[in-house]
């Protein structure tokens, strides 16, 4: 199984929207909806900011959204904040019972 | 509050076995619908999900292709915990582990705190 595929880099100024792109196959994105993304800071573990394509926990801000489009998953953050830096990972069921995560994204806040 | 508490040795020998455990509190290793998973995380292979136990009228057990055959994943009801144990190691091995509450099919919502193993003599 194949990590998804995420641009490695994204940046925005403060106030801006930035959009994260997360790839996968027939095999796992393009036919479930169990797309999960996480923010992760230095040294700390992972924290679910979306799951199942476009649910957002409680306690995460609703500048957090995610979408999906046949195979590709997206997140958008909306008003773009200095603590929203960090690196950011989709994940995805798949069709052998598995969890398969994407490559990462760095998000810079210019 | 539900915690998960990691423990284990930091640095395994190459072909020995890697062994980390991971306590929880406020939930049970029991509960339906919920799934123990253990993930890791280095800088060449990202994050990785390695393999999961859950209990749905009996226990059950998935797993990573790509380490299917080194790891088992045993729930311990009477200490509340769940147990990774990957066997043959390499270097290739070396990252931070992690073990997570995760809910079938879905999501990942408590995350311990990670542990640096590293395998090297």
């Known amino acids: 199984q194949s990590a998804l595929t995420q641009p490695a880099s994204v940046s925005g100024s403060p106030g801006q929207s930035i959009t994260i792109s997360c790839t996968g196959s027939?095999?796992?994105?393009?036919?479930?909806?169990?797309v999960s993304w996480y923010q992760q800071h230095p040294g700390k573990a992972p924290k679910v900011m979306i799951y199942?394509?476009?649910n957002r926990p409680s306690g995460v801000s609703n500048r957090f959204s995610g979408s999906k489009s046949g195979s590709t998953a997206s997140l958008t953050i909306s008003g773009l904040q200095a603590e929203d830096e960090g690196d950011y990972y989709c994940?995805?069921?798949?069709?052998?019972?598995?969890?398969?995560f994407g490559t990462g994204t760095k998000v810079t806040v210019l | 509050q539900v915690q998960l508490q990691q423990s284990g040795p930091g640095l395994v020998k190459p072909s020995q076995t890697l062994s980390l455990t991971c306590v929880i509190s406020?939930?049970?290793?029991?509960?339906?619908?919920?799934?123990w998973n253990w993930i890791r995380q280095s800088p060449s292979r990202g994050l990785e999900w390695l393999g999961r136990?859950?209990?749905?009228?009996?226990?059950?057990?998935d797993y990573a292709a790509s380490v299917k055959g080194r790891i088992t994943i045993n729930p311990d009801t009477s200490k509340n915990q769940f147990s990774l144990q990957l066997n043959s190691v390499t270097a290739e091995d070396t990252a931070v582990y992690y073990c997570?509450?995760?809910?079938?099919?879905?999501?990942?919502?408590?995350w311990g705190r990670g542990t640096l193993v590293t395998v090297s003599s």
């Open positions: 997570a509450r995760g809910w079938l099919r879905t999501h990942f919502d408590l």
């Open positions: 406020g939930d049970s290793v029991s509960t339906n619908s919920a799934a």
């Open positions: 136990t859950y209990y749905n009228s009996k226990w059950y057990n």
């Open positions: 027939s095999s796992d994105v393009g036919t479930y909806n169990y």
């Open positions: 199942e394509v476009s």
């Open positions: 994940s995805s069921y798949t069709s052998s019972g598995t969890v398969v």
